[in-house]
């Protein structure tokens, strides 16, 4: 993998798809084939353009254990909860956000 930085980090990427109270979220597990992740795999949720808290990501040191790991960690949320919000809620007083 020469034509790679050293800081690169390039991984191979298998999709899952989690259709929850009918909706779809992506958990893509990636594979680190260069550089370091957290783990040798790791399973997030996103929604292509926006990627799940840390929180709910998996690691593992096998694509089902990443998987597994995930997937219990986002056990009985609902999809929205996953994710950062992109505008907080404004404090009592304050004008909400444009």
């Known amino acids: 993998m020469d034509p790679l930085a050293p800081r690169d980090?390039?991984?191979r990427v298998s999709?899952?798809?989690?259709?929850?109270d009918g909706r779809l979220v992506y958990i893509d597990v990636?594979?680190?084939l260069h550089g370091r992740l957290a783990g040798?795999?790791?399973a997030v949720p996103n929604l292509v353009n926006l990627v799940a808290r840390q929180e709910f990501?998996?690691?593992g040191e096998s694509e089902a254990e990443a998987l597994a790991d995930c997937l219990g960690k986002i056990a009985g949320k609902a999809i929205e909860d996953l994710f950062p919000r992109?505008?907080?809620p404004a404090a009592e007083g304050e004008p909400a956000p444009c």
């Open 30 to 32: 990636h594979e680190a």
């Open 86 to 88: 992109r505008n907080p």
């Open 57 to 59: 990501q998996g690691v």
């Open 40 to 42: 040798r795999f790791v």
């Open 15 to 20: 999709r899952y798809n989690l259709i929850r």
């Open 9 to 11: 980090i390039l991984t």
